[in-house]
């Protein structure tokens, strides 16, 4: 589902440490089937149809929207790591790359200690830059807003995975950290990482959009700024305000709700790293508060949709454009 680590096996098996959930299920989105391959899972709480859970998702949220708090929100290796810090290779890898893996582990937690926590939504897109005291006074923070998220609404983790290893070595993290907080996963508190992507390009956002009217909480100016409002509008908003937060310190911003005049149906939110910090603050607006992330970047630029998994739908999905994929996986998506 994303770029395989250097010397990753070929196997699809996801070794027993990695198993948090009961259940493996072919990972399968309505509306973006095309992208489907025979070797991507997605763990689950019980034995379900991946289809009908997307589709018991979309509509939770759907009918949320204009009437109560609904924060949704994503954590894949980014939130991973700055939560669990760096954690063993996967055992997918061969015993020559996990010791290569290892040696540029250790190098890059001495040069975090100094550097703090830096990452990109996309090349120069920051999702957030702290500081090492930052990173240390910010991590339980984040921690607990994440929780409250996963009391509250869903969790979107990318508990995933497909035939080559990426970000499947936090599994275990993720595990104890559930555990330490006697916190469980449901079908109604957690989804598969690009459920929430597909909610947003796919078919089904026009029950959140269609008529509605849309706060937007973003960094973006000028000609991006823009561009997004407009792809919102053409989706079928009624309008779009904009809630102005700071492009790489979000985690720090104190929201001003007060300057938020048109009273929102709901709320679509790109804060890189701090998002549950944002997301939480807005609370009293009463309305689903959609972690739009990447989704954002295709709005203001359609070409980007075919960087990522999961950012265009069935309807004008070609295999042929692509950027995420390999060869094989794009030559394999074409016969289908």
């Not at 996309?122 to 409250?148: I, M």
């Not at 954002?296 to 739908?313: H, I, N, S």
Request: hydrophobic content about 40%; proline content about 6%; glycine content about 6%.
């Amino acid at each position: 589902m994303n770029s395989a680590e250097s010397g990753s096996t070929d196997s699809g098996c996801l070794p027993a440490p990695y198993r948090i959930l009961p259940h493996e299920l072919p990972f399968r989105i309505p509306g973006f089937l095309k992208q489907a391959r025979p070797s991507d899972r997605v763990l689950a709480p019980v034995a379900c149809d991946c289809e009908t859970w997307f589709d018991s998702f979309a509509s939770h949220v759907a009918s949320s929207v204009g009437r109560r708090f609904l924060p949704v929100c994503r954590m894949s290796d980014g939130e991973f790591f700055f939560l669990f810090g760096r954690q063993p290779p996967s055992l997918r890898l061969s015993a020559a790359a996990r010791f290569r893996r290892r040696i540029r582990q250790a190098l890059g937690s001495l040069r975090g200690m100094a550097r703090g926590f830096h990452a990109s939504t996309a090349a120069s897109v920051s999702s957030g830059d702290f500081s090492a005291a930052e990173w240390r006074r910010y991590r339980p923070l984040l921690s607990q807003d994440y929780l409250a998220v996963l009391e509250a609404g869903v969790l979107g983790i990318h508990l995933s995975y497909g035939k080559s290893a990426f970000q499947e070595h936090y599994f275990p993290a993720i595990a104890r950290w559930l555990a330490q907080a006697d916190r469980r996963l449901t079908l109604a508190n957690y989804v598969p990482f690009y459920f929430v992507y597909a909610l947003l390009r796919g078919p089904r956002f026009r029950e959140i959009i269609a008529n509605r009217r849309l706060l937007v909480v973003h960094s973006a100016t000028g000609v991006k700024r823009d561009s997004i409002i407009a792809a919102l509008r053409q989706h079928g908003a009624r309008s779009v305000s904009w809630l102005a937060i700071s492009s790489n310190r979000s985690f720090a911003d104190t929201l001003d709700l007060s300057s938020v005049t048109d009273a929102p149906d709901a709320c679509l939110v790109g804060a890189g790293i701090g998002k549950s910090r944002v997301i939480r603050q807005l609370e009293p607006l009463g309305v689903p508060c959609i972690d739009a992330g990447y989704a954002f970047e295709v709005w203001a630029d359609p070409d980007k949709q075919w960087d990522r998994p999961y950012m265009t739908p069935d309807e004008v999905f070609d295999a042929t454009k692509v950027r995420f994929l390999s060869p094989d996986d794009r030559a394999m998506l074409g016969r289908t």
